[in-house]
């Protein structure tokens, strides 16, 4: 699977972005989605994503810092998968990436490690 990622930049606190990441493959059978973030000295962590379990629909999951704030979905047609981040802080700033693996358990989902398929990062500042 090969991932790009876009649409970082320089944001005021509250504001919003939309990060996207296209992807090369369509989701099918259990399958996993996401976006992680690593601020400078800090470890990769995780912030969304959407998982397939080889139903009909993906279930979307939020680390409790973007609950209410952030929103992952995707565009078959563009096959791009998207984060819209609304009131943004200064803690948000950090560098994103999508990342997509298949076959993962849901316990697997919040760990980077987990992963093979990572787009290039997109930094994302947000100013004070």
């Known amino acids: 699977v090969q991932l790009q990622a876009s649409g970082g930049g320089l944001v005021q606190a509250g504001g919003s972005l939309r990060l996207s990441c296209t992807a090369s493959?369509?989701?099918?059978?259990?399958?996993?989605e996401s976006w992680f973030r690593q601020a400078p000295g800090k470890e990769r962590e995780f912030v969304s994503a959407?998982?397939?379990?080889?139903?009909?629909?993906?279930?979307?999951i939020y680390a409790d810092s973007a609950k209410g704030r952030f929103t992952i979905s995707r565009d078959n047609a563009k096959n791009t998968f998207y984060l819209q981040m609304n009131s943004l802080s200064p803690e948000d700033t950090a560098v994103y990436y999508c990342?997509?693996?298949?076959?993962?358990?849901?316990?697997?989902?919040?760990?980077?490690?987990?992963?093979?398929?990572w787009g290039q990062g997109t930094l994302v500042t947000v100013s004070s």
């Open positions: 493959r369509a989701p099918s059978g259990r399958y996993t």
């Open positions: 959407t998982h397939w379990s080889g139903g009909s629909g993906g279930r979307t």
């Open positions: 990342a997509a693996q298949a076959g993962l358990i849901q316990s697997s989902i919040r760990n980077p490690t987990a992963y093979g398929h």
